[in-house]
């Protein structure tokens, strides 16, 4: 990861001013070093972060996910053809349903908290690995023991989704 001083946008400066900046991804400029993850959420402020990128937030998988990103868009949005981004999309009531605001350095962002997580976890689980899965399912299982996860909480997002007996016995199953 690097450190970022700060950003520019194409249309904030001259061609010579341009010239003297690093160009990371099209349309941005930077004095020094950078970190991608704060270009993509600067860059897709309407999204939420979701799936690894956000397991690895929340600390419910080892490793930190660097490419590609997996953000949630909501239905209607434009395809993304960046190779560094994983595009998902929901319905507007589901994506703003258990979503938290975090800051990272300049840049602030959306992101399931963990309850809501676990849901995305078991409504996209085909887009995860195997080895991915079973360890946030085990850091689930570790906070529901421990008290840290809101069991009700999860209900109250699970009654509010499609298909919520599957998401209801999974709970059940693999975490409880």
């Known amino acids: 990861m690097y450190y970022i001083d700060m950003f520019y946008k194409a249309d904030q400066l001259?061609?010579?001013?341009?010239?003297?900046?690093?160009?990371?991804v099209r349309g941005y400029y930077t004095k020094g070093l950078f970190d991608y993850f704060d270009i993509y959420l600067q860059r897709y402020s309407g999204a939420v972060v979701t799936l690894k990128t956000a397991l690895s937030i929340h600390g419910l998988i080892d490793a930190w996910v660097e490419f590609p990103f997996d953000l949630d868009f909501k239905l209607g949005y434009r395809k993304i053809t960046d190779y560094k981004v994983n595009q998902y999309r929901d319905d507007e009531k589901l994506l703003n349903l258990g979503v938290e605001i975090k800051k990272r350095k300049q840049t602030t962002f959306k992101v399931f908290n963990k309850e809501r997580l676990l849901i995305e976890l078991w409504r996209k689980e085909?887009?995860?690995?195997?080895d991915i899965y079973k360890e946030?399912?085990?850091?689930y299982r570790e906070l529901a023991k421990s008290g840290e996860l809101n069991i009700p909480l999860i209900k109250d997002y699970i009654r509010q989704i499609p298909k919520s007996q599957i998401y209801l016995e999974k709970l059940s199953r693999e975490v409880l």
Request: net charge positive.
């Open 126 to 130: 085909k887009y995860l690995s195997k």
């Open 14 to 24: 001259t061609r010579y001013q341009q010239s003297k900046l690093n160009k990371p």
């Open 136 to 139: 946030a399912i085990s850091k």
